[in-house]
C-alpha cells in the first residue's frame, strides 16, 4: 500500500464544511495571494458603478429608519471584499446626496462558508485595518457601515426575503456545490480517471461538470431572487472561458490542468500515493461560457440581464521580477496552495501535500516564461436586476 493511501477521501457532502481559500496571514495564504484579484476587480470598479446605478433609492418617507443592506458573497479572508463594500457604500452615499436625499445607514455583511477565517477579515476592518494593539487604541477612524460575517453556502438561502438592495460577488460562483458524483464514480462514462480537474478531460465528464454548475447557478438565483428588495441588483463575477468546449478550461485549465496535473502524477509515480488516490481528487471549479451562464438566467426568469459579457482580467501571477524563473513558480505554487490548498491537505495530508506544492513549485520553473504570458483568466460579469 502507498504511503498516505490511509488518507479518507473528502465526500461530497463534507465540501461546504471544508472549503475555504487558505486563511491566516502566511506566504501561501489568500490574504497575501490576491493581489491579482485586487487588480483584475479594480478594472471592473466601472462595472459595478453602472450596476449600483440601477438599485432604487428609497427615501426616508417611504423607507423611514431602514439600511441601506449591502452583501459580499465569497468574501474570503483578505483586503478586497472590504474594499468593494467601500467603493459600493461611497457610490450609493453619493446617489443619495446628488439626488437631494439623505443617506440612510448602511449595513455590510461579509459571507463565505463556516470554514471561512473570518478572524482574519474582522481583523482587517477599519478601523483596525491590521494594525497593532497600539494603533487600534489611538485610531480616530470610523466604519462607516454595521459590519457582520454571515456563515453559509450561497446555494442556499442566507437571509430574510426582501431584506438586501444590493448583492455582491467576485472570483466565488465558479466553485462548485460539489464534485459531480459521476466523475468520481468508476462506472460511469463521467468518470475522470488520470486528472484532477476538468481540462483535457472527457467529453462526458465536461458535461457532467457543466451540469452541475447549471444546477448550482440555478438554486443561487432562486435564493438571491427571494433575498432582494424590490428595486435591489446584483454584481457578478466568475471565471468564465472564451471557448465554446468546456474542457478547454482557459486560464483555470493552465492552473490546474497542467504543472499542478503533474505534480499529482509524480506523487503516484514515486510510490506516495496510489493512482486511485489521485483520482479520488477533483478540483469543483467550472469556468463557464457566456451561453452556460445565460442559458440558467432566462430560465429562472427572475432576473433581468443588464450586462452579461466575457471581461479579460489578465494574469493570476503578481510578480516583481518577470525574468526570475523561481519568483514566478513560486508565485504558480503559491496561488495554486491559496485557493485550492485546504481540499488537498485534507486529502492527502500535510506532509504529503507541501511535496505536491514543492513539486508543482519544481516543475513550473523550467516554464516560467510561458506561464506568465499564457496564464490569463477570463471572467464572466454579469449585471443583473430583479424582474
Given at each position: 500500500?502507498a504511503?498516505?493511501?490511509?488518507?479518507?477521501?473528502?465526500?461530497n457532502?463534507?465540501?461546504?464544511?471544508?472549503?475555504?481559500?487558505?486563511?491566516?496571514?502566511?506566504?501561501?495564504s489568500?490574504?497575501?495571494?490576491?493581489?491579482?484579484?485586487?487588480?483584475h476587480?479594480?478594472?471592473?470598479?466601472?462595472l459595478?458603478?453602472?450596476?449600483?446605478?440601477?438599485?432604487?433609492?428609497?427615501?426616508?418617507?417611504?423607507?423611514?429608519?431602514?439600511?441601506?443592506?449591502?452583501v459580499?458573497?465569497g468574501?474570503?479572508?483578505?483586503?478586497?471584499?472590504?474594499?468593494t463594500?467601500?467603493?459600493?457604500?461611497?457610490?450609493?452615499?453619493?446617489?443619495?446626496?446628488?439626488?437631494?436625499?439623505?443617506?440612510?445607514?448602511?449595513?455590510?455583511?461579509?459571507?463565505?462558508l463556516?470554514?471561512?477565517?473570518?478572524?482574519?477579515?474582522f481583523?482587517?476592518?477599519?478601523?483596525?485595518?491590521g494594525?497593532?494593539?497600539?494603533?487600534?487604541?489611538?485610531?480616530?477612524?470610523?466604519?462607516?457601515?454595521?459590519?457582520?460575517?454571515?456563515?453559509?453556502?450561497?446555494?442556499r438561502?442566507?437571509f430574510p426575503?426582501?431584506?438586501?438592495?444590493?448583492?455582491?460577488s467576485?472570483?466565488?460562483?465558479?466553485?462548485?456545490?460539489?464534485?459531480?458524483?459521476?466523475?468520481?464514480d468508476?462506472?460511469?462514462?463521467?468518470?475522470?480517471?488520470?486528472?484532477?480537474?476538468?481540462?483535457?478531460?472527457?467529453?462526458?465528464?465536461a458535461?457532467?461538470?457543466?451540469?452541475?454548475?447549471q444546477?448550482?447557478?440555478?438554486?443561487?438565483?432562486?435564493a438571491?431572487?427571494?433575498?432582494?428588495?424590490?428595486?435591489?441588483?446584483?454584481?457578478?463575477v466568475?471565471?468564465?472561458?472564451?471557448?465554446?468546449?468546456?474542457?478547454?478550461?482557459?486560464?483555470a485549465?493552465?492552473?490546474?490542468?497542467?504543472?499542478?496535473?503533474?505534480a499529482w502524477?509524480?506523487?503516484?509515480?514515486?510510490?506516495?500515493?496510489?493512482?486511485?488516490?489521485?483520482?479520488?481528487?477533483?478540483?469543483?471549479v467550472?469556468?463557464?461560457?457566456?451561453?452556460?451562464?445565460?442559458?440558467?438566467?432566462e430560465?429562472?426568469?427572475?432576473?433581468?440581464i443588464?450586462?452579461l459579457?466575457?471581461?479579460?482580467?489578465?494574469?493570476?501571477?503578481?510578480?516583481?521580477?518577470?525574468?526570475?524563473?523561481?519568483?514566478?513558480?513560486?508565485?504558480?505554487?503559491?496561488?495554486?496552495?491559496?485557493?485550492?490548498?485546504?481540499?488537498?491537505?485534507?486529502?492527502?495530508?500535510?506532509?504529503?501535500?507541501?511535496?505536491?506544492?514543492l513539486?508543482?513549485?519544481?516543475?513550473a520553473?523550467?516554464?516560467?516564461?510561458?506561464?506568465?504570458?499564457?496564464?490569463?483568466?477570463?471572467?464572466?460579469?454579469?449585471?443583473?436586476?430583479?424582474?
Open positions: 500500500m504511503k498516505g493511501d490511509s488518507t479518507v477521501a473528502v465526500p457532502m463534507k465540501l461546504e464544511k471544508l472549503l475555504c481559500m487558505k486563511g491566516g496571514k502566511g506566504d501561501a489568500y490574504a497575501n495571494n490576491s493581489q491579482a484579484q485586487a487588480m476587480a479594480r478594472s471592473m470598479i466601472h459595478l458603478e453602472e450596476t449600483l446605478d440601477r438599485v432604487h433609492l428609497m427615501g426616508s418617507s417611504s423607507s423611514p429608519g431602514l439600511p441601506f443592506q449591502v459580499d458573497l468574501c474570503s479572508s483578505g483586503n478586497n471584499t472590504i474594499h463594500i467601500e467603493v459600493i457604500i461611497k457610490h450609493m452615499t453619493k446617489r443619495y446626496e446628488s439626488s437631494g436625499l439623505e443617506p440612510p445607514e448602511f449595513s455590510a455583511f461579509f459571507s463565505d463556516p470554514s471561512n477565517d473570518f478572524n482574519t477579515l481583523q482587517l476592518l477599519p478601523p483596525y485595518g494594525r497593532s494593539m497600539e494603533q487600534c487604541l489611538a485610531a480616530t477612524g470610523h466604519r462607516s457601515y454595521f459590519a457582520a460575517g454571515v456563515p453559509g453556502s450561497f446555494y438561502r442566507l426575503a426582501r431584506s438586501i438592495d444590493v448583492f455582491h467576485a472570483f466565488s460562483l465558479h466553485w462548485l456545490s460539489q464534485v459531480p458524483e459521476s466523475v468520481l468508476k462506472r460511469s462514462a463521467a468518470y475522470n480517471e488520470g486528472r484532477v480537474f476538468i481540462h483535457g478531460a472527457s467529453e462526458e465528464t458535461n457532467a461538470y457543466r451540469k452541475q454548475f444546477t448550482d447557478l440555478a438554486a443561487f438565483l432562486k438571491r431572487s427571494q433575498e432582494m428588495k424590490t428595486g435591489g441588483s446584483m454584481f457578478l466568475c471565471l468564465g472561458r472564451t471557448s465554446v468546449d468546456p474542457t478547454d478550461q482557459g486560464g485549465g493552465l492552473l490546474f490542468g497542467t504543472h499542478f496535473q503533474d502524477d509524480d506523487l503516484v509515480q514515486e510510490g506516495l500515493i496510489t493512482d486511485e488516490k489521485r483520482d479520488s481528487f477533483n478540483i469543483p467550472y469556468a463557464s461560457s457566456l451561453q452556460d451562464f445565460k442559458e440558467v438566467v430560465a429562472d426568469g427572475s432576473f433581468v443588464n450586462k459579457q466575457v471581461f479579460k482580467g489578465g494574469s493570476p501571477l503578481v510578480v516583481n521580477h518577470p525574468e526570475d524563473a523561481a519568483e514566478i513558480s513560486q508565485s504558480l505554487a503559491n496561488t495554486c496552495r491559496s485557493v485550492a490548498g485546504v481540499l488537498v491537505d485534507a486529502h492527502i495530508g500535510d506532509r504529503l501535500s507541501h511535496e505536491l506544492f513539486r508543482l513549485e519544481r516543475r520553473i523550467s516554464h516560467a516564461k510561458e506561464l506568465l504570458e499564457k496564464l490569463q483568466f477570463f471572467h464572466i460579469v454579469a449585471s443583473l436586476s430583479l424582474a
